[in-house]
Structures are given as C-alpha cells and as structure tokens.
C-alpha cells in the first residue's frame, strides 16, 4: 500500500514542480516569480523527496531523500527572502499592478511600485 501512496505523492510534486516553473516564466515581476517558484518548487521537490522515501523505506537512498527534502524545506524559503530584500534594496521595482508595498513604505521610504505606463 505505500508504493502507490508514494507515487502518488511524487506525481503531486511532479505537478507543483511544473506549476511553479509555469510561474517563473509568466509572472510580471522578480517578486511574483521569486515566490511563485519558491512556495510550488519547495513543495513540490519535498513531495517528490518523501516520496522517494516512502518507495524506498530505510534504506540509504530513501534516507538521503529524506534529508534533503529537509534541508530544503528549511532553506529555501530563506534564500528567497535573502532575494527578495536584496532586490528591495538594490532598487528593483514592484510591477506596477501590484496594490500595497508596506515594505517600502516603512523601511525605504516610499513605495517601490513602478508607476510607469507601458
């Protein structure tokens, strides 16, 4: 009964892999896909990680699946916001439909919202 639970769960990852790569090429701005690749992908190669370790149990490749589906898990999320505040500070714009920047407003000053048309 875990095999297919396993595949399943890899199949899932598979699809939030895709979902976030999709994401990475269509969203307007470095923010949009910053997160879009980085909440799909995360939980998307975790999935495919813990189902790696459900087809192979305890064995040495199923538990080297495990870590680092863990190490992930705890660092990309943090890379991503590294990016993001970098790219803050270094002055690249917010798109220009997105509605609040409280970020910038505190912190920076102004908003970073691109008010230009076109």
């Not at 305890?58 to 916001?81: D, E, Q, R, W």
């Amino acid at each position: 009964m875990i095999s297919p639970i396993g595949w399943i769960i890899i199949w899932i990852g598979v699809v939030f892999d895709i979902l976030g790569a999709i994401g990475l090429v269509r969203f307007p701005d470095v923010y949009n896909r910053l997160q879009a690749s980085t909440k799909c992908v995360t939980l998307g190669t975790f999935g495919i990680m813990v189902g790696i370790f459900l087809l192979k149990g305890f064995t040495p490749m199923g538990i080297k699946a495990l870590i680092c589906g863990v190490f992930l898990l705890f660092t990309s999320p943090v890379a991503a916001h590294a990016l993001m505040k970098g790219s803050l500070h270094f002055g690249t714009k917010m798109w220009k439909g997105t509605v609040v920047d409280e970020y910038g407003k505190d912190k920076l000053g102004g908003e970073q919202i691109d008010k230009k048309e076109g």
